[in-house]
């Protein structure tokens, strides 16, 4: 079973820029699309953003296309997102899972904070 630790997760200024990184344990990581989720207060999670296993292709919801690059090291079982242009609305937990558009969740991580100060 693939484990999931996210890391990265902080408190920046609105136009200030994150780099979330999503380690998995476990060989089994590079046969998944991955995802990032993220999830506020009050709100249902999100699927923000998605990678191909081999990198191929990459998927953003509207609101972060432009500003969010997802990528992946098959070498170091790790994804990333990197967030520039960041605004108050992205506040939230961010999360890694699997696509779900391709696969069955893992289980969850315990996410990492993104706080984001106007």
């Known amino acids: 079973q693939v484990q999931l630790v996210e890391s990265g997760g902080g408190e920046v200024q609105a136009g200030g820029s994150l780099r979330l990184s999503c380690a998995a344990s476990?060989?089994?990581?590079?046969?998944?699309?991955m995802g990032w989720f993220r999830q506020s207060p009050g709100k249902e999670r999100e699927f923000v953003a998605a990678?191909?296993?081999?990198?191929?292709?990459?998927y953003y919801t509207h609101s972060v296309k432009g500003r969010f690059t997802i990528s992946r090291d098959a070498a170091k079982n790790t994804m990333y997102l990197q967030m520039n242009s960041l605004k108050p609305e992205d506040t939230a937990v961010y999360y890694c899972?699997?696509?779900?558009?391709?696969?069955?969740?893992?289980?969850w991580g315990q996410g990492t904070q993104v706080t984001v100060s106007s």
């Open positions: 899972n699997t696509d779900p558009r391709l696969h069955q969740a893992l289980d």
């Open positions: 476990g060989r089994t990581f590079s046969l998944y699309a």
């Open positions: 990678i191909k296993r081999n990198s191929s292709s990459t």
